[in-house]
T-cell receptor, first 108, second 119 residues
Framework: RKEVEQDPGPFNVPEGATVAFNCTYS??????FFWYRQDCRKEPKLLMS???SGNEDGRFTAQLNRASQYISLLIRDSKLSDSATYLC?????????FGKGTHLIIQP | GAVVSQHPSWVICKSGTSVKIECRSLDFQATTMFWYRQFPKQSLMLMAT?????????EQGVEKDKFLINHASLTLSTLTVTSAHPEDSSFYIC???????????????FGPGTRLTVL
């Protein structure tokens, strides 16, 4: 089983819609959790950290369920500029473990 | 703040040659840097953890004699791909943590990556 699993997509979503991604991780010792965004042929950029209490940053909401080892990301009122690959990332203490990413395409 | 640079941004070399990639933290001191590799349509994979002044720690399956890592200062880590072959062609990305700004999440700041093509 992969350490971090995501649906690769692609998700084709009309502009303005709400879209949700999920991810599961296998190592219960994982300490911190993130969503990164990666544009084509670029380095990943931190979108937000993820906490059990849930956190929101503008149109983005992330949630962690430690019991189920499940992480989610919700994007509201999607923009064309949200088109990217979204990487679910966990940290066991040291280097990061990345999911393969979910490819999102926002269509006008 | 917390800017990480890499050089070169891309390199094309002949099979059998060695290639050195530099990773620098520009505005902070990084006691720990990480090296990742990403093949097309694949996830980033951690190759090694580079600690200033000590030997790097390699992930399982990564040959330490092929991927030489040197972290001689608090702002510079280098990755040398020795005797590169076409299967080493990949996107190599470094990251660093800033003990001051990383916070409890230990946020890592990524360099822009180096695209290596071995002919």
């Amino acid at each position: 089983r992969k350490e971090v699993e995501q649906d690769p997509g692609p998700f084709n979503v009309p502009e303005g819609a709400t879209v949700a991604f999920n991810c599961t991780y296998s190592n219960s010792a994982s300490q911190s959790f993130f969503w990164y965004r990666q544009d084509c042929r670029k380095e990943p950029k931190l979108l937000m950290s993820v906490y059990s209490s849930g956190n929101e940053d503008g149109r983005f909401t992330a949630q962690l369920n430690r019991a189920s080892q499940y992480i989610s990301l919700l994007i509201r009122d999607s923009k064309l500029s949200d088109s990217a690959t979204y990487l679910c990332v966990v940290n066991k203490g040291g280097g990061l473990t990345f999911g393969k990413g979910t490819h999102l395409i926002i269509q006008p | 703040g917390a800017v990480v640079s890499q050089h070169p941004s891309w390199v094309i070399c002949k099979s059998g040659t060695s290639v050195k990639i530099e990773c620098r933290s520009l505005d902070f001191q990084a006691t720990t840097m990480f090296w990742y590799r990403q093949f097309p349509k694949q996830s980033l994979m951690l190759m090694a953890t580079s600690n200033e002044g000590s030997k790097a720690t390699y992930e399982q399956g990564v040959e330490k004699d092929k991927f030489l890592i040197n972290h001689a200062s608090l702002t510079l880590s280098t990755l040398t791909v020795t005797s590169a072959h076409p299967e080493d062609s990949s996107f190599y990305i470094c990251s660093a943590t800033d003990p001051i700004t990383s916070g409890s999440d230990n946020e890592q700041f990524f360099g822009p990556g180096t695209r290596l093509t071995v002919l």
